[in-house]
């Protein structure tokens, strides 16, 4: 028997531009393509269309009247009532300027008999429900609707458009004021000069490099054995000293919309509010670009005069040049995986070109990027070869997986007994994701109840976003805690079979590509999550007499299984002596440093 269908009616929308409600630039289909797939999702879903409303060239965000069609649809819906189901293609064709307005399309669109809005992409909202609240489905859709994202979004537009007005009169909005200078009196939108010490920082650093020639690094490194506090962080690096030098604020010009940081909006290179597009997954700011950049000069007091700061800018420029042409076509394997001991900071490869008598030897070798970085006042001149340290690290992982076979095999080693007190930092922050969630529902319950006072609701809505934006992070914190020393429980560990072929895999894996290319090699150390600590106990004798150094190597491996993540932590010290760098590899024992294979 064929089930009766269900009549229903379509709406459309296709907009001039616009973005998803995450975010997203929507990639517009044509109405004809659009019609085809809701035509489609109905015949699966059993509804008969009996009517389409198409509005053209229209942005969620327009009020009444500029969505004709849209208008129809209430008004039939209230005076004909002959349609129980809305379709669409995407929830977001629903937005509109403001929660209310939803609220009170979905209630009149329910009152008309609408039982369910149906998406394709989101698939069906349900207005009525069994023994559900009613006003509650709604509800939860107009958070659907207007929720996380979309929610922010209105609030960065808006905020957006006032901060780009007050700039085009040369006003800041808030904000730190840079280094060296404090804020003016409150609203008052400029800088006045701050802490003369960090005044005189500033100077000095253009002095340094423009007049003295000296290195950004030699810069930082001067600062930090000071003992001179950096703008942010622990340590002066030849970035922080970089980000000072290159900084307009310090030639008296002000500069808005450089960096375009703007979430969801920001301003394009005719200084227009425009939606931002899709960023990549890291979330990193933009390069700063002129595009759409305001500029001021003489807005405030400058600690270096113009002809100063375009010598940095030149000198600066100069570097970048020979910097282009250190690219490299094969991979460090060791990169991100080795980590100095000393300072804590990861080390890097570089390839070593040498001339002795007349030939050239190549080498390629890691070094301490503290040292490079923030100068020798925080790290040594610690470097390593890699032909001593990559064989040994192989043989290591090899190893370290094959214990990790025979652990599994073993019945419930101790290991995985947890008597260690549970870290109640989990359960605290879960409390406080609770809470705070308890805290936005009734906030966001709030916001649709205070229709009448735009001031209040304003406020109320800015302090939602904010919960929002702490949620977001205690999320994260919440999922780091999670991930962090989880003790593997052996009840609820997935199956040691599994974990034991995942493991052969892996070894085999690591077999191959050890023997085949760098590339794979390296792929190995990524996915093994494996951090190396290198530390030099060096025995210096007397000049022109036998070096010494000796390396301390512990090796903190945390596995990736597959899907499962069941990671196992490995922390074990080996204490083995390698040989380190080329003058020192007498009285060493060697073992460590042969791959074992012919
Ligand atoms: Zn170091």
């Known amino acids: 028997m064929k089930p009766k269908l269900i009549p229903a009616v379509a709406y459309l929308r296709k907009s001039t531009k616009g973005t998803r409600a995450d975010g997203t630039e929507r990639q517009e289909n044509s109405l004809a393509q659009q019609r085809r797939e809701i035509e489609q999702f109905a015949a699966a879903n059993g509804y008969i269309i009996i009517r389409w409303y198409i509005d053209e060239g229209v942005s969620g965000w327009k009020r009444d009247g500029k969505r004709p069609q849209f208008d129809r649809m209430l008004r039939e819906a209230k005076e004909l009532g002959d349609f129980r189901v809305i379709l669409c293609d995407d929830i977001d064709r629903?937005?509109?300027?403001?929660?209310m307005d939803v609220f009170t399309d979905l209630l009149t669109l329910k009152n008309g008999g609408v039982v369910a809005l149906h998406c394709v992409k989101q698939g069906k909202y349900d207005l009525v429900g069994a023994g559900q609240n009613d006003i509650g489905r709604v509800l939860k859709l107009v958070i659907d609707i207007h929720g996380g994202n979309d929610f922010s979004r209105k609030l960065g537009r808006r905020l957006a458009l006032t901060r780009r007005n007050k700039a085009s009169e040369g006003k800041r909005s808030g904000g730190n004021a840079p280094y060296g200078y404090n804020n003016g009196e409150k609203n008052s939108g400029t800088i006045v000069l701050g802490d003369p010490a960090k005044v005189q920082v500033v100077k000095s650093i253009f002095n340094r490099f423009v007049c003295e020639f000296h290195s950004m690094l030699y810069i930082a490194n001067e600062l930090n054995s000071q003992g001179v506090k950096p703008p942010r962080g622990k340590h002066w690096s030849n970035q922080t000293v970089k980000n000072i030098l290159q900084n307009e604020v310090y030639k008296g010009t002000f500069t808005y919309n450089l960096k375009k940081t703007g979430e969801f909006f920001i301003l394009n290179k005719d200084?227009?509010?425009?939606?931002?597009?899709?960023r990549g997954p890291l979330r990193q700011a933009w390069k700063p670009t002129e595009d759409g950049v305001i500029r001021h000069h003489d807005a405030h007091e400058a600690l270096v005069d113009q002809k100063t700061w375009q010598a940095a800018q030149d000198r600066i420029a100069s570097f970048a040049k020979s910097a282009r042409l250190r690219t490299r076509e094969t991979p460090f394997v060791l990169t991100g995986v080795l980590v100095c001991d000393h300072c804590g900071?990861?080390?890097?490869g570089v390839d070593v070109k040498k001339k002795y008598n007349g030939k050239v030897f190549r080498h390629t070798e890691y070094r301490c990027e503290g040292r490079t970085r923030f100068g020798a006042s925080v790290c040594g001149n610690h470097t390593i070869r890699e032909e001593k340290i990559l064989p040994f690290l192989m043989e290591r992982m090899k190893a370290e997986i094959d214990e990790a076979q025979?652990?599994?095999i073993r019945p419930k080693p101790e290991r995985f007994f947890s008597d260690e007190p549970v870290d109640n930092t989990v359960s605290e922050l879960e409390q406080s994701l609770r809470v705070l969630g308890e805290k936005i529902r009734i906030g966001k319950e709030g916001l649709l109840l205070e229709v009448k006072h735009a001031r209040l609701r304003n406020e109320l809505s800015d302090t939602v976003n904010e919960w929002l934006t702490e949620y977001d992070a205690l999320e994260e914190q919440l999922l780091h805690a999670k991930n962090a020393n989880k003790p593997l429980d052996w009840d609820n560990a997935p199956i040691t079979d599994q974990l034991l072929v995942e493991l052969a895999n892996w070894r085999k894996w690591c077999e191959d590509s050890f023997s085949h290319d760098r590339l794979g090699t390296r792929e190995v150390f990524r996915q093994l999550?494996?951090?190396?600590?290198?530390r030099w106990t060096c025995?210096?004798?007397q000049w022109g007499k036998e070096i010494r150094n000796y390396y301390q190597l512990a090796t903190d491996c945390s596995y990736r299984l597959g899907e499962q993540q069941?990671?196992?932590n490995l922390a074990k010290v080996h204490q083995a002596p390698v040989e380190g760098s080329s003058n020192c590899n007498r009285g060493v024992d060697r073992s460590y440093s042969r791959t074992g294979k012919g």
């Not at 509010?273 to 899709?278: D, G, N, R």
């Not at 900071?345 to 890097?348: L, T």
């Not at 999550?529 to 290198?534: E, I």
């Open 345 to 348: 900071n990861r080390m890097y």
């Open 271 to 278: 200084g227009e509010v425009v939606e931002a597009p899709e």
């Open 529 to 534: 999550g494996a951090q190396v600590r290198l």
């Open 406 to 408: 025979a652990e599994l």
């Open 94 to 99: 629903f937005s509109r300027a403001g929660v």
């Open 539 to 541: 025995e210096k004798k």
């Open 566 to 568: 069941a990671s196992l």
